[in-house]
């Protein structure tokens, strides 16, 4: 089954840069998304499209794809942005959606 | 304002047959698919499957495909997801999200998921 790869979690310190990535052969080929969910809410867009940030989404959340592995990386990461990311993408028929295992983001 | 709207709360015991629905207002319903997703307690997100509302196409992941249907009331621009034969992990947060027809699968709009348990 086609899955997406994501560490379990991650830690920084606050004003440090958070690094999370997103695996799978299929990437190249496909659009990454990547989501932030804070405790007991609804997912949030941060990215689209690979590397675009929707309106009202922070300067310091970007993010970038290259060969099999999709980045979202937190530059100066802010105690406000400890939640779960998800990257999101489409299997190889580009028919079905798959979510990655989810990141753990701790900012302490 | 743009919203989707779903109940808070379902109970259900084993066996018994679920009907999720998703409210749209504030924007064209017919203009979105609408995808459901689901969140186990304490675990990732997982996609369910997606409907196109007036044509009621649907697209299901393998792993529900035979317990799943999807259908859409264009009339009251509602989503509905029907899940038979439920189980204790069923058990989860099920929410409805968007994307527009003819784009990207960017869900830029998301109910605040009901809340499921299955339970004797």
Redesign the interface.
């Known amino acids: 089954s086609y899955e997406l790869t994501q560490p379990p979690s991650v830690s920084v310190s606050p004003g440090q840069t958070a690094t999370i990535t997103c695996s799978n052969d299929a990437l190249p080929r496909r659009y990454a998304y990547w989501y932030q969910q804070k405790s007991d809410q609804a997912p949030v867009l941060v990215i689209y499209e690979d590397y675009k940030r929707p309106s009202g989404i922070p300067t310091r959340f970007s993010a970038s794809s290259s060969g099999a592995v999709a980045t979202l990386t937190i530059t100066g990461a802010q105690v406000e942005d400890e939640a779960d990311y998800y990257c999101f993408s489409t299997d190889g028929s580009g028919l079905r959606g798959v979510f990655g295992g989810g990141t753990q983001l701790i900012v302490l | 304002q743009e919203r989707l709207v779903q109940s808070e709360t379902e109970v259900k015991g084993p066996g018994a047959s679920l009907d999720l629905s998703c409210k749209a207002s504030g924007y064209t319903f017919l203009d979105y698919w609408i995808?459901w997703?689901r969140q186990a307690p304490g675990h990732?997100?997982?996609?369910i499957g997606?409907s196109q509302p007036g044509v009621d196409k649907t697209?299901i992941?393998?792993k529900f495909q035979a317990r799943v249907s999807m259908t859409t009331d264009t009339s009251t621009a509602t989503a509905h997801m029907q899940l038979r034969n439920l189980r204790p992990d069923d058990t989860a947060t099920y929410?409805c999200?968007r994307h527009a027809i003819g784009g990207?699968?960017?869900?830029?709009l998301?109910?605040?998921?009901t809340l499921v348990t299955v339970s004797s």
Do not use: C, K, M, Q
Request: charged content about 20%; overall charge negative; hydrophobic content about 50%.
């Open positions: 995808h997703v990732g997100l997982e996609w997606i697209i992941a393998e929410f999200t990207n699968w960017l869900f830029d998301w109910g605040r998921g």
